[in-house]
Antibody, heavy 121, light 107 residues
């Protein structure tokens, strides 16, 4: 079965750090670009970051630029999101999402179920 | 503006047609994609590149675009179509994905 599985969420204090992971199974992970998208309760979707298939290019929303780092390990079929200097407004459910190609320009044809991040003192 | 706008909600009777719009100054420049999301679930792609349907999505779902408005149409609406619907595009001018605020379809 083709699926994405996020992990690493939790409760963290403002200013703290957290690393999310998203492991893919049932697909040829190294040929697809990947993204992170977040959603606050009852609110809409906000794209956070994207990375090309080989990890050569990365992209960030202005709201996280300079604080979050996206990376991937194709040998482990996993994409990561290192989140630093966390703020209350980063509290959300974080989804990883797959592109149908190797670059970050298409759309998301597969999503994980998400992992909850809560930033609170 | 680089933002996308959607009506907060659309109410439709079973068997009728639901029309969801997505507006914005950049709509005419980029391909628009649509997702639906049911409570507690991940979003699911229902239309990509303005009007294409992924495999497994019923023909009742169709997309179109004219000038600065993209439209998702759901024909013969079923109770199971009740969900939030989001439009999205890749803004290559700023290298960011943009989502619309979402429309709740009430059946």
């Amino acid at each position: 079965e083709v699926q994405l599985w996020e992990s690493g969420g939790g409760l963290v204090k403002p200013g703290g750090s957290l690393r999310l992971s998203c492991e893919a199974s049932g697909l040829t992970f190294p040929i697809y670009a990947m993204n992170w998208v977040r959603q606050t309760p009852g609110k809409g979707l906000e794209w956070v970051s994207g990375i090309t298939a080989r990890g050569t290019n990365t992209y960030y929303a202005d709201s996280v630029k300079g604080r979050f780092i996206i990376s991937r390990d194709n040998s482990k079929n996993t994409v990561y999101l290192q989140m630093n200097s966390l703020r209350a407004e980063d509290t959300a459910r974080y989804f990883c999402a797959k592109e149908p190609g190797g670059v970050v320009v298409y759309h998301f044809d597969l999503w994980g179920q998400g992992t909850q991040v809560t930033v609170s003192s | 503006s680089n933002e996308l706008t959607q009506p907060p909600s659309v109410s439709v009777a079973p068997g009728q047609t639901a029309t969801i719009t997505c507006g914005g100054d950049i709509i005419g420049t980029y391909s628009v994609h649509w997702y639906h999301q049911k409570p507690g679930q991940a979003p699911v792609l229902v239309v990509f590149d303005d009007s294409d349907r992924p495999s497994g999505i019923p023909e009742r779902f169709s997309g179109s675009k004219s000038a600065n408005v993209a439209t998702l149409t759901i024909n013969t609406v079923e109770a199971g179509d009740e969900a939030d619907y989001f439009c999205q595009l890749w803004d290559s001018g700023r290298d960011v994905y943009v989502f619309g605020p979402g429309t709740k379809v009430i059946v």
